[in-house]
């Protein structure tokens, strides 16, 4: 990764198209090279939860679950992520390259924090990873559900059948259309890969036609994603349920779609929306993770629009 100050040209064309350009540059010391302060050390060693984005050994990106008893994401040093864990049998980032971009995304649901550490990916193996920071920074608390999360007895990391494909089942529709959470990975050709949190009401993410899209809400005006997004379309996203286990993955392409203010389905009034569509699903191993009741966000908009007759 190289060229790490300030943001990046899709980032800034989104911020100008949204009419923010004065509001994120205030933030754009959020993005510039930074270390894991003590604060995120601490943070980082209670967790229980994150995600990676990367690329597999076809080159196909993909966003993963990564999970651990508190201690698995350790800071080594100020500017190094340990990750005592690796993908498990069956994940499609299973067996990942190093020396590759990876962005991680840390949440903590119970108490709606997060953190986003980017880098570059040194070290790869089945007993865990290691992430050299490049960006590391916290994000607001919308739109997250909050939700205490505690091990599942007995989820083994090798057990589960896994299927593949390259489009969705009645299943998988379903679950996406269930969820209130899910995580998407975006890259960019210079600084590299992202995963961020998206969230909202059960709802929220549409299907049609085997396709996906879900309004964009209104956030910190860095538009990190979109700003990914308008440079290269790979995306990659996640679903988990959290009641079952259940993990679905999707790698494909998203494009983002500015439409008027207000129409269906545009649920937070920011004219814009996100279409993907799949090219490879693979309906993984059940997260080892479980929650048992969800207190939605304050911040979810309601949904303006059943997601079967929304139309841009």
């Not at 969705?168 to 890259?187: C, E, H, K």
């Not at 995306?235 to 993990?247: N, P, Q, S, V």
């Not at 993770?289 to 908009?301: E, F, G, H, Q, T």
């Amino acid at each position: 990764m190289t060229d790490t100050a300030g943001f990046h040209e899709g980032e800034l064309a989104v911020q100008r198209r949204a009419g923010v350009s004065a509001d994120a540059a205030r933030l754009a010391g959020m993005v510039a090279p930074s270390r894991l302060s003590g604060g995120a050390e601490r943070f980082l060693a209670e967790r229980t939860f994150a995600a990676i984005t990367a690329r597999d050994t076809g080159g196909s990106l993909w966003l993963s679950p990564l999970t651990g008893p508190p201690g698995f994401l350790h800071v080594d040093a100020p500017t190094t992520l340990a990750v005592r864990t690796s993908p498990g049998e069956g994940d499609p980032l299973r067996g990942l390259p190093a020396d590759q971009p990876a962005g991680v995304i840390v949440v903590e649901f119970a108490t709606r924090r997060r953190l986003r550490v980017n880098g570059t990916l040194s070290d790869a193996g089945d007993d865990g990873l290691r992430v050299e920071v490049e960006q590391a920074y916290g994000n607001c608390p919308r739109y997250i559900q909050a939700r205490r999360l505690h091990s599942a007895p007995g989820t083994s990391r090798t057990a589960a059948p896994v299927r593949r494909g390259t489009d969705l089942a009645p299943d998988d529709v379903d679950l996406i259309r269930r969820s209130d959470t899910f995580l998407l990975g975006t890259t960019h050709p210079s600084r590299g890969n992202d995963a961020s949190h998206r969230g909202g009401a059960p709802g929220f993410v549409r299907v049609e036609d085997g396709r996906l899209w879900w309004p964009d809400y209104a956030g910190n005006n860095m538009f990190n994603t979109l700003g990914n997004l308008r440079s290269d379309p790979d995306a990659a996203l996640l679903f988990c349920d959290f009641t079952t286990g259940r993990t679905l993955h999707l790698s494909g392409r998203a494009e983002v779609e500015w439409t008027r203010p207000g129409v269906p389905g545009d649920d937070d009034r920011t004219g814009r929306r996100v279409h993907f569509t799949p090219r490879h699903v693979v309906a993984g191993r059940p997260l080892p993770l479980r929650a048992d009741s969800v207190a939605p966000s304050p911040d979810n908009p309601p949904l303006t629009a059943p997601w079967r007759t929304a139309r841009p």
